[in-house]
């Protein structure tokens, strides 16, 4: 059980290209989360999804995109990365019924030049 | 949107000290949670508090939901190295709203 995980841990890019940061639970969890942390900003919400094939805007969303065509897996796309999306993101799941609690994944450092 | 106002930022102790950290809202939630993140690692649950007036422990921790429900308290007796850390509260008013972080109180311990 390796609960989430995150794949890559780090990252460069040069403005304008493009990647996608995937997340994986094997929880079972319904509900899964991408947030963004950035030095004395707190854990801020890109996306979220509340079951397979749904997916609903957080705080930050804009310059991402987000699947989940899969219930294990959850996708964050950066279309044309910007220098001010430089941030260690972070997803968490949770089941979607009973205790709230959220399971976060180790996190992706992203540096965009 | 709603915000939770965490204190202290920052925190200094000598080791052994008890520490005491608070997270208030201007709106109600339902569930509070507390979570450490050490330097580099995804943030770690320690307490979930579901009740108004609750009171949780887990080992040395101490966690409180307010009446009011619109604050929540997180102690740590007898500090150790270990407990460095940022700690984050989060709030959640319902099981269809997203939880809400505050913005975290980055504990150092000095042996």
């Known amino acids: 059980n390796a609960g989430v995980t995150q794949t890559p841990k780090f990252r460069v890019l040069k403005t304008g290209q493009s990647m996608t940061l995937l997340c994986a639970q094997d929880?079972?969890?319904?509900?899964m989360y991408w947030y963004r942390q950035d030095p004395g900003m707190g854990l801020r919400l890109i996306h979220y999804?509340?079951?397979?094939?749904?997916?609903a805007k957080g705080e930050v969303p804009d310059g991402y995109n987000v699947s989940r065509l899969k219930k294990q897996n959850f996708l964050l796309g950066l279309e044309s990365a910007a220098p001010s999306q430089t941030s260690v993101y972070f997803c968490?799941?949770?089941?979607?019924?009973?205790?709230?609690?959220?399971?976060f994944g180790p996190g992706t450092r992203l540096t965009v030049t | 949107g709603q915000q939770l106002n965490q204190s202290p930022q920052s925190m200094f102790i000598q080791e052994g000290e008890d520490v005491s950290m608070n997270c208030t809202s201007s709106?109600?939630?339902?569930?509070w949670l507390w979570y450490k993140q050490d330097p580099g690692e995804g943030p770690v649950l320690l307490i979930a508090l579901y009740k108004a007036g609750e009171l949780t422990s887990n080992g040395r921790l101490t966690a409180q939901f307010g009446i009011t429900r619109k604050d929540s308290f997180l102690n740590i007796s007898a500090s150790i190295p270990s407990d460095v850390g940022i700690y984050f509260c989060a709030g959640q008013l319902s099981g269809n709203t997203p939880l809400v972080f505050g913005k975290g109180t980055r504990l150092s311990v000095i042996a």
């Open positions: 709106s109600i939630f339902n569930t």
């Open positions: 968490a799941s949770r089941l979607g019924t009973g205790p709230y609690e959220q399971y």
């Open positions: 999804s509340v079951g397979e094939g749904t997916t």
């Open positions: 929880m079972n969890h319904e509900y």
